[in-house]
């Protein structure tokens, strides 16, 4: 008498890994247009033409930054080999603050709101671009330290812009001190056109750049050691994807304002969702969650809560607690 075949439990190929992946990403992109689709139709009164062309701004303004914040997360943590990490910890949403306070100290509320938005974009971007991109290339040598070090620099740096802003603050007159505050938070209901059109503009131009590192960024998320000895020239990659990740966070932070925990709360979930830590499926995935976490946000906060508040504190805060989670749960992993 034969045995009973026994039926041999098997992991999915990688055709079947790729067709469930590409699947991921499409409920994604549902997603993301229906929270489109709502933002732009729920609840319009007076002008059809008129509330579309407002709120269509906003989308777009929250794709520009949505796929910035995503892409420039991504790639952070792919050089630095550490998942818990974003740009932030270099405290450019501090030096925004740094920026914005000092503004208003030296040359009055009323000057910083009325003065042309292209200069302040302009000045911001310099300065937040110019911070990252010389202290990531600083930083980033050839030993294993470099990442520790950056770790203690960012929170030391962080630290010390925000006593010159408290410090500062002190200083300032009360009523142009409530002014100030308007600006520190990010927000996508003053966006302004021309501004959002280069921004746009500049985020397509380093996405694509990023793209083409695609295959190589892969082999440095395997760490050095191992991207040298596959024949990738890890600190040229990893100075490119750092000057990358020093522009996107620039114009996506003077375009809208600090947005911290957003890039980390997308990269990990696209991760998870995805099952792969392959950057052709988590970028898009990210950005995807990104769109959807801000105008699905947006929405929620404004249309069924009523709220007039900043969805970035909501997101910092949801993100405060990602974060801590993903610091208990790291080393058992």
Known sequence: MSSPTRRSVTSPTAEQRTVRRRRTLVVLAVLAAGAVAAFLTYDVTGSWEFALER???????????AVAVAVSTVLFQTVAT????????MGFDRLFVLIQTLGVFFLGAGTVTSADPRLRFAIEVVALVA?????????????????????????VLGTMF?????????????????TLQDLLFASFNSVDRQLLALSAAVVAVVV?????????????????????????EH?????????????????????????????????????????????????PGAALL????????????????????????VINFVGGIVFIALLIREPRQ
């Open 162 to 178: 925000t006593s010159v802003t408290l410090l500062v603050s002190r200083l300032i007159d009360p009523n142009e001190f409530l």
């Open 55 to 65: 709120r269509a701004l906003r989308v777009a303004a929250m794709a520009v930054v």
């Open 131 to 155: 911070f990252g991109a010389g202290l990531y290339r600083m930083l980033f040598g050839r030993t294993e330290r470099d990442i520790y070090v950056l770790v203690l620099l960012g929170v």
């Open 82 to 89: 550490n998942r818990i990490l974003t740009p932030e910890i």
């Open 208 to 232: 694509g750049w990023v793209l083409r590192l695609l295959p190589r960024l892969d082999v440095v998320a395997l760490g050095r050691d191992t991207a040298i000895g596959l024949g990738v």
């Open 290 to 313: 990104a769109l959807l976490a801000l105008v699905g946000g947006q929405f929620v906060l404004e249309q069924v809560f009523g709220f007039n508040s900043a969805l970035s504190i």
């Open 235 to 283: 600190r040229r990659v990893v100075n490119q994807a750092l000057l990358a990740v020093a522009v996107l966070v620039g114009v996506a932070t003077a375009l809208v304002g600090p947005v911290t925990f957003l890039g980390l709360l997308v990269a990990n979930l696209a991760r998870q969702l995805l099952g792969t830590h392959r950057h052709a499926w988590v970028l």
